[in-house]
C-alpha cells in the first residue's frame, strides 16, 4: 500500500540508475528530490539548481524527466513543505521548456504530436537529402556556414528520442494536473500565480481548468496573480486541441457555433480587467484579448505599447511568463496586431528596443525585425535609402544598442536571421551613421 502521507513514497523502487538525464545515470535524482523538503532555503536552492541541470538541461528532457514529475507534483501539494512555488515551476519547465518558444500563441499541442509522429515515420535518407538541399539554398557564406554545421551534427535518433522525452515529461505534468489545480486556491500567492502559469500550457485540459482561472482572476488581490491568471486564461481559452481523428472532426463540424460563443463570452469576461486599476492587469488583459484575436480595440494596442515602452513592476510574486520579461513578451503580442495597427506597432516596439540591453533586447528585437521585414528573411537586404522613415529608424536603434548587446550571439543571430550585418561598425555603414 502506497503512504499517501510521505510525498516521496515509492521513490526508492524505481531504479534511477537505469534512467538518464543529461549527465548519464539519474542515481542522484533521489536526494535531489529529498532536499526539496528540506527547511534550510540554500539546501533546496542547491537541490533545485542541479534538477534544472540534470532533468531539465537548457531545455532539454531525458528518461528521468518524465519519471520524477509525480513526486515534483506530490511535493508541489504538500502544504507543510516550503519552497513549493518553485516546484510548480520546475513542473512548468518540465512541461514545455523555455515558456517564450510558446508565446504569443500558447502550446500547439496537436501539431506538437503530430510533428512528432510524423518525424518517427520519416524516411532517415529522404531527411538527410532534405538537409542537403537546405544547406545548398543558404543565401550566403555565414548562413550557409551555421546550417552546414546543423547538417553535420544533426542524429536522427537522438532528434527523436529528444522529442519524445520531451513529449512524455509534457503528457506527465498534465497527468498530474486535476491534484495542481486545487493549488490555485492555496494560501501563499506565489504558489498561486505558478500554478496559474502551470495550468497555461494544457489547453486539453481547459474545460476543467479554465473555469478556476477565470475565478482567479476575478478574485484575486494580488495584483501580479491576478495578472498571471488573466494571461494563463487567454492562453486556453478557445484552444485549437484537434487531433486529426474522424471523430474529432466530427466534433469540430458540431461544435463550431458553441466555440464561438465561449470565445465571445471568454473574450468578454477578460476584456473587463481592461479597467483595471492596477497597469500590470490591464496589461494582462490586453494580452489575453491579443491572443484570443480581440486585439481590434485600440485600448488593447494602448497597453501593449506602453508596456513594451516602459514595463510595469507587478511586485510580488511577479509574473512568470516570458521569465518576468513583459516588455518582451508585450513585443512578441504586438506582432499579432501588426496587421491592424502597423505603424503604431512597429513605433511602440522599437521605443521598446531603444530602452533596452543585453539579454532584454533578444525579443523585443525579434519582434521588431518581425514586424518591419515579415516572419521569414527577405530575398535581398534593401538599401538604407529604400526603407520609409520607421524602418531607418529601427536599423538606427540597432546600430546604436551597446556592446552589452552586441557581444552576444544570439543577438547576431536574430540579425543574421534577417540578413542584417552582424558587425556593428558594418550596421552603422549601412544605416550612414558613421562618424556620429
Not at 18 to 43: I, K, T
Request: charged letters at 25%.
Amino acid at each position: 500500500m502506497t503512504d499517501t502521507t510521505n510525498p516521496l513514497a515509492g521513490l526508492d523502487a524505481i531504479d534511477w540508475a537505469e534512467l538518464s538525464h543529461a549527465y548519464g545515470e539519474a542515481d542522484d535524482v533521489p536526494g535531489q528530490l529529498r532536499a526539496l523538503c528540506d527547511p534550510d532555503a540554500e539546501v533546496r536552492g542547491k537541490a533545485l539548481h542541479a534538477l534544472y541541470g540534470n532533468i531539465f538541461h537548457q531545455g532539454s528532457r531525458y528518461e528521468a524527466s518524465a519519471v520524477a514529475v509525480p513526486f515534483l507534483a506530490r511535493l508541489a501539494a504538500d502544504s507543510a513543505l516550503p519552497g513549493r512555488a518553485d516546484v510548480v515551476g520546475l513542473l512548468a519547465a518540465l512541461a514545455v521548456g523555455y515558456d517564450e518558444a510558446h508565446l504569443p500563441d500558447g502550446v500547439d499541442v496537436a501539431g506538437w504530436r503530430r510533428e512528432i509522429a510524423e518525424f518517427a515515420a520519416q524516411d532517415r535518407e529522404e531527411l538527410l537529402a532534405g538537409y542537403d538541399a537546405w544547406v545548398a539554398a543558404a543565401p550566403d557564406e555565414g548562413e550557409r556556414a551555421v546550417r552546414e554545421m546543423r547538417r553535420a551534427t544533426f542524429d536522427f535518433e537522438l532528434h527523436l528520442s529528444a522529442g519524445q522525452a520531451e513529449l512524455r515529461a509534457y503528457d506527465a505534468v498534465r497527468g498530474e494536473l486535476a491534484g495542481l489545480a486545487a493549488l490555485l486556491d492555496d494560501p501563499d500567492p506565489a504558489v498561486r500565480a505558478a500554478t496559474a502559469h502551470l495550468l497555461a500550457w494544457f489547453p486539453e485540459e481547459a474545460a476543467h481548468t479554465l473555469p478556476g482561472l477565470l475565478r482567479l482572476a476575478g478574485e484575486e488581490r494580488e495584483p501580479a496573480v491576478r495578472a498571471t491568471a488573466i494571461v494563463a486564461a487567454g492562453l486556453i481559452a478557445n484552444a485549437d486541441t484537434d487531433t486529426g481523428t474522424d471523430a474529432d472532426a466530427d466534433a469540430d463540424t458540431n461544435t463550431d457555433a458553441d466555440a464561438e460563443t465561449a470565445d465571445t463570452a471568454h473574450a468578454d469576461r477578460l476584456r473587463t480587467h481592461l479597467a483595471a486599476r492596477e497597469t500590470v492587469v490591464r496589461w494582462a488583459a490586453a494580452t489575453a484579448l491579443a491572443r484570443l484575436g480581440h486585439g481590434g480595440d485600440p485600448a488593447v494596442l494602448a497597453e501593449l505599447a506602453a508596456t513594451a515602452a516602459a514595463p510595469p513592476e507587478p511586485g510580488p510574486p511577479g509574473v512568470p511568463f516570458h521569465d518576468g520579461d513583459l516588455r518582451g513578451y508585450a513585443a512578441s503580442t504586438l506582432t499579432r496586431l501588426a496587421d491592424r495597427f502597423p505603424d503604431e506597432a512597429l513605433d511602440a516596439v522599437t521605443d521598446g528596443l531603444a530602452a533596452t540591453s543585453g539579454p532584454g533586447s533578444f525579443a523585443v528585437t525579434q519582434a521588431a525585425l518581425h514586424m518591419a521585414f515579415g516572419p521569414e528573411r527577405p530575398d535581398r537586404l534593401p538599401a538604407h535609402a529604400e526603407l520609409d522613415a520607421r524602418r531607418q529608424r529601427l536599423i538606427r536603434v540597432l546600430a546604436d544598442l551597446g556592446e552589452d548587446t552586441w557581444r552576444w550571439g544570439n543577438f547576431l543571430a536574430i540579425l543574421r536571421g534577417w540578413g542584417l550585418p552582424t558587425d556593428r561598425q558594418e550596421l552603422r555603414a549601412y544605416a550612414g551613421m558613421q562618424g556620429m
